[in-house]
């Protein structure tokens, strides 16, 4: 089992940034990718970016340029800096670590973009 617990939420002006964390317990040795996914009000959870073990980055194409996501192994943790950030980035931000049979969800964090 991992437990993943998210923090760094909040409520922002447009354009401003937060950073998002999320620290990893548990059986950590089996996982290969950690990342993050969003869901807005109404709409499918979405991914935002994703990291491996090794360093590989995806990033969905509506964040590319805006958000950064890092990992440091040595704490088991995997970050989300969010700059320039728009109304449109509001959502449940959710940290998601993937072995190579199971997939693990942290509970959330609110971020929320006002205009």
């Known amino acids: 089992q991992v437990q993943l617990v998210e923090s760094g939420g909040g409520l922002v002006q447009a354009g401003g940034s937060l950073r998002l964390s999320c620290a990893a317990s548990g059986s ?8 993050w996914y969003r869901q807005a009000p109404g709409k499918q959870r979405e991914l935002v970016a994703t990291i491996t073990r090794i360093g590989s980055i995806n990033y969905a194409d509506s964040v590319k340029g805006r958000f950064t996501i ?7 943790t995997v970050y ?25 969800w942290g509970q959330g964090t609110q971020v929320t973009v006002s205009s």
């Open 28 to 35: 950590i040795y089996s996982i290969n990718v950690m990342g």
């Open 70 to 76: 890092s990992r440091d192994n040595a704490r088991n």
């Open 80 to 104: 989300l800096q969010m700059n320039s950030l728009k109304p449109e980035d509001t959502a449940v931000y959710y940290c998601n670590a993937q072995s190579r049979v199971v997939t693990y």
